[in-house]
Structures are given as C-alpha cells and as structure tokens.
C-alpha cells in the first residue's frame, strides 16, 4: 500500500504534487498537514497530531466530511509526523512518500531525515520531496530514474559507508568508501535515463536536487 504523509513544513506549489496524489492508496495528515490537504483538497484518511498547528476550521471541516480523527496530547516523545508514519505502518503502508517536512528550519529538516530511517529499519521503502529534493536513504540497492545531465548527490548517513558501486553516473565508484568527514559524492551527474546505486555497508542518502 501507497501512502502519502503530509507535515506541516513549507509547501510552494501545490500543483507539484498533483502526481504523487493520485498515485497513492492512502493520505494521513500530521497535524497542521491537513492544512495543505484543504487547500490541495484533499480527503485525507487519518489526521493526527496534537492538533496545535492544523487551523480549527479546517479539523472542523474534515470531522464533518467523516475523516478518522486521533489526539495526542502536546507533551509527548514523538512528533506529529513520527506519529503518523507509525501509523501508516500499522496500516500496512509498504511505500511511504513525505511532503511537507523540509522547510526553513535546517533542524527540523535534518530531524527528519530519521524518517527514512526508521522506514529503512522496518522493511518500508520512503522517501520526503519537495519541489526541489527527492530523497532516498539506502542500506543495499536502489535504482532511480532521471534525465541524462540531471545531478544525483550520494551523501553518507552513517560514520562510513563502504562498499559504493553505481551505475549510469559521469562519476563511477567502484567499491570506494565514503565518510561523513569527506562527503565527495556531491552533485554526481546522470549519464543514462536510470541510475543505480549498491553499497555494502552503511546508510546512504541519495538526493537528486533541482536548481
């Protein structure tokens, strides 16, 4: 099963997001996520939270249309978004997407790159876009698609990921290690329509950005 999360961080433009909608089987909002949902109109299935970021017209709104509500109170260990990506799990989410958790604040952005982590740990393939990152986390093989000329950053997530080959990429490895220390897999380039990435050891996130 497909689902798509949406948080409360940054959204420009909506209508980048039209695809990845229509291509999910589920939509739960974290909290102030049901914002965007309302001015995306979108249904979501669940809406979860604390509930001290999602305006009360929209909550009022969703509850009307039938929307699966669940509180949280404020003080608790998880955040909004990690209370719905657990959720998406208990569901039998197989594939995640995240939108909505990369803004401003570079803490909360990094905080969330855990996401993809906690996914990885649990068997669940995940990965957060905006409207100029797509993100992977990685411990073995992905494959990513992409036009020839397009960049593709490797960048480690571990102390040191080790045994790195790629395919279809200006810049090849061919069982480097990386560090965090030296992060020289930066803006690698797309040499084929379809790229793929193997490592051995480690985590590794795999970007592709958009200037």
Known sequence: MKVLIISNGEIKDYGF??????EVDMVICADGGANHAYKMKIRPFLIIGDFDSVDREVLEFYQ????????FPTMK?????QLALKKAIE?????????GVIGDRFDHSYANLSL??????????SRIINEKNEIHLIDDYIEIEGK????????????E????????????LSGQSMSMENPYGISNVFTEEKASIKIEEGFLLVIKPKD
């Open 161 to 172: 990921v080790k045994g790195i080959y790629t395919k279809g990429l200006f810049y090849p």
């Open 17 to 22: 997001y039209k695809n990845i909608v229509e």
């Open 77 to 81: 260990d998880e955040t909004d978004t």
């Open 91 to 99: 569901l039998g989410a197989k594939d995640i997407t995240f939108i």
């Open 116 to 125: 993809l982590l906690y996914s990885l740990k649990r068997g669940v393939k």
């Open 148 to 159: 020839k000329g397009e960049l593709l950053s490797l960048l480690p997530y571990s102390g």
């Open 64 to 71: 009307k249309e039938g929307v699966k509500v669940e509180k």
